[in-house]
């Protein structure tokens, strides 16, 4: 089946940029999100992009799409305490569920 | 906005017990997931179904089962609990195919230990 990876831990200074990074192998992904999990509760969405676009930016947020080498990015500007949650790639094909990995741990530091 | 409910947050089950996991959405969506999370293996799928009555296997259906006998309405079912299923489990719905972005939309989590 189709694979979605990402590292498990990211520790940042506050005010610092924290960059997580996601490689999947569905060439045929339409749709690619990044969830927010905080302690004790379900996913949100963040925000997602398109599969033709390689940018998308939303305030503190800027996701990068490298469709070529099937990486997607996602940096978070002037990282907060409360940014500090588990974060989830996930990637669509044809099929109606979404891929996830296994998520990375953020960890924003005073 | 759109809500999806888990009717139990924590359960507490013995080995061998019959195990009910109920999620409802609110948005009539068609399509509905479970996944169960576990630390380092991220979100995998066991159940979903994209219309009443109808349900497909996941990657991790074993022992599992579920219902789906109304549109709002999923059910996780454990025939008979191992401690192995101890995690938390996690529904979501999302609309149909060709509508919208896929975009999943997630209950709150119902953590289960099996003693």
């Known amino acids: 089946g189709e694979d979605v990876e990402q590292s498990l831990f990211l520790s940042v200074r506050e005010g610092d940029s924290s960059v997580i990074n996601c490689t999947y192998t569905?060439?045929?992904?339409?749709?690619l999100y990044w969830y927010k999990q905080e302690p004790g509760a379900g996913l949100q969405l963040l925000t997602y992009?398109?599969?033709?676009?390689d940018m998308k930016q939303d305030q503190r947020l800027t996701v990068l799409l490298n469709k070529k080498d099937k990486h997607l990015s996602l940096r978070i500007a002037d990282t907060q305490t409360g940014d500090s949650a588990i974060y989830f790639c996930a990637e669509k094909g044809s099929a109606r569920q979404l891929t996830f990995g296994s998520g990375t741990q953020l960890t924003v530091l005073p | 906005d759109v809500k999806v409910t888990q009717s139990s947050r924590y359960l507490v089950k013995r080995t061998g017990e019959k195990v009910f996991l109920e999620c409802v959405q609110d948005?009539?969506?068609?399509?509905m997931f479970w996944y169960r999370q576990d630390p380092g293996l991220g979100l995998r799928l066991i159940y979903f179904s994209y219309d009443v009555k109808m349900k497909e296997k996941g990657d991790i259906p074993e022992g599992y089962s579920v219902s789906r006998e109304k549109k709002e309405r999923f059910s996780l079912i454990l025939e008979s609990a191992s401690t192995n299923q101890t995690s938390m489990y996690l529904c979501?719905?999302?609309f149909g195919q060709g509508q919208n972005t896929g975009e999943l939309f997630f209950g709150e989590g119902s953590r289960l230990t099996v003693l």
């Open positions: 992009i398109f599969s033709n676009m």
């Open positions: 948005m009539d969506h068609e399509n």
């Open positions: 979501a719905s999302s």
């Open positions: 569905d060439s045929s992904s339409t749709y």
